[in-house]
């Protein structure tokens, strides 16, 4: 098993930026890939950006890319997503998922291993 932890969500004015953590604990050398997801009001949750354990490689979806960043700090088990440049459209709770799977981020479901969320609202 393995536990993912977010932090680091709040309110923001518009333009301005966050960080959320999200550190991992338990079985963390069998994760594969960790994500950052997101669910604004009356919408599905989505995909955002996700981080290849193994390759490093990163992945954004368009609306995001060029203002968030993901990272990971492999000493502490801990994945990052750093977001400049907010409006109001990315208000939201922001979930943290890691998997063992060899699968598309996208994809994940309720076998793999989520946190609890963190609110994000930007103001206008």
């Known amino acids: ?14 333009g301005g930026s966050l960080r959320l ?7 963390t050398f ?3 890939a960790m994500g950052w ?20 490689s990163t992945y954004y ?12 700090d492999n000493a ?3 994945l ?4 400049n440049s907010l409006k109001p459209e990315d208000t939201a709770v922001y979930y943290c998922a890691a998997t063992p799977r ?8 309720d076998r793999d291993y989520w946190g609890q969320g963190t609110q994000v609202t930007v103001s206008s």
């Open 76 to 78: 502490k088990n801990t």
């Open 102 to 109: 060899r699968v598309d981020l996208r994809t994940l479901t």
């Open 37 to 56: 997801f997101r669910q604004a009001p009356g919408k599905e949750r989505e995909f955002i950006a996700g981080f290849n354990w193994s390759t490093g």
């Open 21 to 27: 953590s999200c550190a991992a604990s338990g079985r």
């Open 80 to 83: 990052y997503l750093q977001m």
């Open 30 to 32: 069998s994760i594969v």
């Open 1 to 14: 098993q393995v536990q993912v932890v977010e932090s680091g969500g709040g309110l923001v004015q518009a």
């Open 61 to 72: 979806v368009d609306s995001v890319k060029g203002r968030f960043t993901i990272s990971r």
